[in-house]
T-cell receptor, first 109, second 112 residues
Framework: EDQVTQSPEALRLQEGESSSLNCSYT??????LFWYRQDPGKGPEFLFT???AGEEKEKERLKATLTKKESFLHITAPKPEDSATYLC??????????FGKGTSLLVTP | DGGITQSPKYLFRKEGQNVTLSCEQN?????MYWYRQDPGQGLRLIYY???????QKGDIAEGYSVSREKKESFPLTVTSAQKNPTAFYLC???????????FGPGTRLTVL
């Protein structure tokens, strides 16, 4: 059975304090790993898609990387506006996305 | 502006009532999806549709029904058979079933 585990569940950072969020997965035949950002009471906002081990993508202060077993979302010099829940999802050969429970990030000034 | 709209934003239902949640997209996407989000849990797929007049059950379809009469619209009905309907409902769409999904703003349903 496909599984997606995100860690930590919650993370508190000082502004400017870089860190990484982890998404570990087990899936038979990965056909995409997706990162989303979700603000309270809103729908998830698409960030990145990664397809193969070694792939990296960047957007502003965020950088996503992928290995055969996990993905990391690196946040460099975060700002308070980066505070949100970050969701990871994987797709195997089917249509469905299998989501993790998310990491809640709080960045304080 | 292209995007996905959901209405209403908040919905209150009495036990035993059916309610319909609206989802409209003007992105010209073929595939549309409905997810349910509960506190402390990941998003769970209710139904999805690849093309007009065709849809498939997801992991938690019991107590829900959908229709796809137009490419732009994918309404979800929460029936009285759904035992625990209070949740945040999210609609999404994608160009094709294997592409990234884009989400609407969500509808929060509360059963009184």
């Amino acid at each position: 059975e496909d599984q997606v585990t995100q860690s930590p569940e919650a993370l508190r950072l000082q502004e400017g304090e870089s860190s990484s969020l982890n998404c570990s997965y087990t899936v038979s035949g990965l056909r995409g790993l997706f990162w989303y950002r979700q603000d309270p009471g809103k729908g998830p906002e698409f960030l990145f898609t990664l397809y193969s081990a070694g792939e990296e993508k960047e957007k502003e202060r965020l950088k996503a990387t992928l290995t055969k077993k996990e993905s990391f979302l690196h946040i460099t010099a975060p700002k308070p506006e980066d505070s949100a829940t970050y969701l990871c999802a994987v797709r195997n050969s089917g249509y469905a996305l299998n989501f993790g429970k998310g990491t809640s990030l709080l960045v304080t000034p | 502006d292209g995007g996905i709209t959901q209405s209403p934003k908040y919905l209150f239902r009495k036990e035993g009532q059916n309610v319909t949640l609206s989802c409209e997209q003007n992105l010209n996407h073929d595939a549309m999806y409905w997810y349910r989000q509960d506190p402390g849990q990941g998003l769970r797929l209710i139904y999805y549709s690849q093309i007009v007049n065709d849809f498939q059950k997801g992991d938690i379809a019991e107590g829900y029904s959908v229709s796809r009469e137009k490419k732009e619209s994918f309404p979800l009905t929460v029936t009285s058979a759904q035992k625990n309907p209070t949740a945040f409902y999210l609609c999404a769409s994608s160009i094709g079933e294997y592409n990234e999904q884009f989400f609407g703003p969500g509808t929060r349903l509360t059963v009184l």
